[in-house]
């Protein structure tokens, strides 16, 4: 892995929307403006001649749009650190081992791809490009596309929310992001919910309607882990029981979360994933709420139907009275 020494890049105002940017970001991550870097304090004294931004004369290659440059000021062989630029590695190909800078696109020497390991500056991947994106980012700074990957999830993203509006879940300023890894909440990052980037490139195994329902069973840990006070609280444990047993989150990716309707075992839970944890009771609970909208009497006859305990109720119950009570202090404040 190559190391690198962030805290050199210049920063800059975004001239649309004011964000503070870095250096050499092909995009504005709050307004997606599209950047150039130009030879501004006149370092080298050169730019490139097909997309303006700041080149040294002794490049082969533009390192930012990868077109050949060199004419006869081109030095000789790859260097380690023209005038105006850092050296961060060395090209990794063996037969040009010239100076590069982070993040050029493109080696200034011989103008193959540069790859640049995003770990410890940013949050996570951009789901279009691999390129590192933080949380936060609307759009990824280096293809200007949504960082979040929320486009990719719009069907079932709209569904979801028509879902909440319905049932009155108040928004508790929930953020979706689609990354590789897992799908989960970490319970540090209580609005921050992943979903795992796999999912959503083999879309034809799974199906919409079981997104929204991993979507939501997701949403209920994070509605959970932000309303923390609630699960301490005793009403909550009478109803799911202690969230501190121990327990160990695992992947919920490929876990199926798309029936509509409670299968009758086991009797005191809504599902038989909801029983390994008062975790995933809770957000069992809170998806089968959502997705009948909120509509209590049918969720409780069916419950009297299926022939589930009388704690199924209680778990019902305990969630649409909270929930009665968000909208309550919600509407007094
Ligand atoms: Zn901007
Ligand atoms: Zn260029
Ligand atoms: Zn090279
Ligand atoms: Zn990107
Ligand atoms: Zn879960």
């Known amino acids: ?43 080298t004294g050169c ?29 000789e062989e790859p260097l380690k650190k023209p005038r105006g630029f850092l050296y961060h590695a060395r090209c990794p190909y063996l037969s040009c081992r010239g100076g590069v800078q982070y993040p050029m696109d493109y080696c200034p020497w011989c103008g193959r791809q540069q790859h640049w390991p995003f770990d410890d500056e940013f949050d996570g991947e951009c789901p279009h490009c691999d390129g590192g994106v933080d949380d936060l980012m609307d759009y990824c700074p280096w293809c200007g596309k949504d960082a979040t990957g929320r486009d990719l999830l719009r069907p079932a993203l709209q569904r979801v929310r028509g879902l909440f509006r319905a049932a009155r879940v108040p928004d508790w300023g929930y953020r979706i992001l689609v990354r590789p890894g897992i799908s989960g909440v970490d319970p540090n990052f209580p609005k921050v919910v992943e979903i795992e980037r796999r999912l959503v490139e083999r879309r034809d ?59 009758e075992t086991p009797v005191n ?14 957000a069992e ?49």
């Open 1 to 43: 892995m190559r190391k690198l020494k962030s805290e050199t890049w210049v920063a800059g105002d975004c001239t649309r929307c004011g964000r503070q940017l870095r250096r050499y970001w092909h995009f504005c991550p709050d307004c997606a403006k599209r950047l150039t870097w130009r030879d501004e304090r006149k370092e």
């Open 285 to 333: 609970t809170f998806r089968f709420y959502v997705i009948r909208r909120g509509r209590l009497k049918d969720l409780l006859a069916e419950i009297g139907r299926k022939g589930k305990g009388v704690i199924v109720f209680e778990k019902f119950l305990t969630l649409h009275t909270y929930l009665q009570e968000l909208r309550r202090k919600k509407r007094a404040r």
């Open 47 to 75: 730019e490139c001649y097909y997309c303006g931004w700041i080149v040294s004369d002794s490049f082969w290659f533009c390192p930012w749009c990868g077109r050949k440059i060199a004419d006869e000021a081109s030095s």
């Open 269 to 282: 839970y809504v599902t038989a994933y909801a029983s390994k944890h008062p975790l995933e009771d809770f």
């Open 205 to 263: 195994e799974i199906s919409w309607p079981n997104l929204v329902g991993l979507l939501t069973h997701e949403l209920g840990h994070s509605f959970l882990f932000h309303h923390w006070r609630f699960a301490r609280s005793r009403r909550f444990r009478n109803a799911f029981g202690d969230v501190s047993k121990a327990y160990r989150g695992v992947d919920e990716s490929w876990v199926s979360f798309r029936k509509r309707n409670f299968p």
